[in-house]
């Protein structure tokens, strides 16, 4: 706690330490790592394996845009924004695509996102196809300065990476968690053991479309910039981030931190390699999924007994409280 | 005596397989009844349709006063059925407690320290108290069948349904468990029990139902119903007049 605590600090003390291009990336980091968590909460967890999250990427990114340049919101409170009407959002494509299972379930969420895509390309005074800047005002009421704007979206990927592993955590901590990770173990049990299935993933996908949306939110405010090919990009927000999850150890907390920090370090060495960076990445995949299916964390715990977010319950010897 | 259970014409088919071809039949409430027939004659099935995994093609399941043939299996869980699996369903990547825990908090409704209590009960009646901590998935087959029971169990059930639990078990494994079953049945719980090894059936059970492809083909006293031609000729493959 304390290590994690004191890492932290030095981590929001960054600005005053860290150049301009590294906060970006950090700033960057923290927004990968917030997806990763919540697709693994969602295809790791509930088992909906969705490749069409980047809809509510490219719904927040856009709402961050409409809502400054139209509604005169300030940013913040735009993204928050577009994040509960994700969530709003999100409630009707449940009832549609979770009539459908397996690959089935994942192509209708690519599709859905695909429309996404399509109709904010029509909406000319958002730019239409190729897209628009955020306007100077609204960039200046974030901060005057440049370094001051970059400072404070940086705290803001911060905070939010920050607060999606806490509620994570706090979620899968709960009973609810616990009927989920039932449920991600054996659907079958799970229902017999009265879990409403159905309802428990329901909320899991709206929950993690309303953060997504807002992270989305955060990742067009560092760029400045969006365009329906990057804001609905299938490569950018959802293949790396199934890529993160699935190295790291998918139905897992530790999973996605750890892959982040795998795809990240892959990125920043092999960068200059151009194309061949992604087969190098392909490659990756396809020996984890060979040799470590469970991820490297799985990997790790099939040696150790261990766990960095203590989530199980467990029975002590001289009460039956609830404890690490 | 009023029933709990209530099976009227039940009815169900995929295609040209019947697994339910009108069977009827009550349970009361307290009864110990076993459930006998040959591979794929439809008992799995029955609990199905029993819990709700399946859903009937026609005819209805009654318990405790309430028609529950158009119910979810959570809802039904809630009202007080819980079953086992044939083939052990753990929650592998939880500890064998959470998976007591699962079934204390969403079938049962209990909270915090009750759930907890509760779940540990459960598991020092099937024996798995030492274990509380481990990792299902790293459980032994007759752990796991243990564990199947008490799964069941912590969802504090009215009716319990076994699904051969005693398959695959040694004779002493098989001694401890009726054990456990008899007092289960003893603390008042309903218990319906699907088994091929027929002396723990026997042990347990106060009515024997006999079904085959679908339909219930005998139903009575256990001893009467073992030395019934029927039951020989389905067992055994002797012709009933032989």
Known sequence: MVIA????????????????????????????????????????????????????VG????????????????PIAAILAGGILA???????????????????????????????????????????SGSSLPVDVVRSLADSRSGREALSYWLALGA?????????????????????????SEVAAAGLGINIWRTKLEVYVVTSAFTAIIGGLIFLQKLRISPDAAFSVNDWTAFVIFIVVIGGIGTLEGPIIGTILFFVLRETLADLGTTYLIVLGLVAIIIMLKAPKGVWGLIRSRFDLELFPLSYRVRTHDADKGA | MSALLSINDLQK????????????????????????GPNGAGKTSLFNLITGALRADSGTVRFDGRDITKLPAAARCKMGVARSFQIPQPFTGMTVFENALVGATQGAGL????????????????????????????????????????????????????DEIAGGLTDAECGALIDTIKR???????????????????AVAERLIVIDFGRKVAEGDPKAIMESAEVKEIYLGIAADA
């Not at chain 1, 605590?5 to 960054?14: E, I, S």
């Not at chain 1, 719904?59 to 300030?74: C, I």
């Not at chain 1, 996404?116 to 029509?122: D, H, K, P, V």
């Not at chain 2, 009108?22 to 409430?29: E, G, L, P, T």
């Open chain 1, 5 to 56: 605590a004191l890492g932290l600090l030095v981590l929001a003390a960054a600005p005053w330490w860290a150049g301009r291009a590294d906060l970006r990336l950090l700033g960057e980091i923290y927004l990968y790592l917030s997806l990763a968590m919540l697709w693994n909460l969602m295809a790791g967890y509930a088992g909906l394996v969705s490749v069409g999250q980047q809809a509510y």
């Open chain 1, 59 to 74: 719904f927040g990114g856009y709402l961050l845009f409409a809502l400054t340049m139209f509604g005169g919101l300030h």
């Open chain 1, 87 to 129: 969530g709003f959002l999100s409630v009707p494509i449940a009832a549609l695509i979770f009539r459908l299972k397996g690959a089935y379930f994942a192509i209708g969420t690519w599709v859905m996102a695909e429309v996404f895509r399509l109709s904010f390309a029509q909406a000319s005074s958002l730019g239409g196809g």
């Open chain 1, 161 to 185: 990476a920050v607060i999606v592993i806490a509620c994570v955590y706090l979620y899968l901590r709960s009973n609810r968690g616990l009927a989920l990770t039932a449920i991600r173990d």
């Open chain 2, 13 to 36: 088919s995929f295609g040209a397989v019947t697994v339910a071809d009108a069977s009827s039949f009550d349970v009361a409430q307290g009864e110990a009844v076993g459930i006998l």
């Open chain 2, 111 to 162: 909270r915090g320290r009750e759930a907890e209590d509760h779940a540990l009960a459960v598991l020092t009646e099937t024996g798995l108290s030492d274990k509380a901590n481990m990792r299902a998935g790293s459980l032994s087959l007759l752990e796991r069948k243990r564990l199947e029971l008490a799964r069941a169990l912590s969802a504090k059930p009215k009716l319990l349904l076994l």
């Open chain 2, 184 to 202: 289960i049945h003893a603390n008042g719980t309903t218990i319906i029990w699907i088994e091929h090894v027929v002396h723990a059936l026997m």
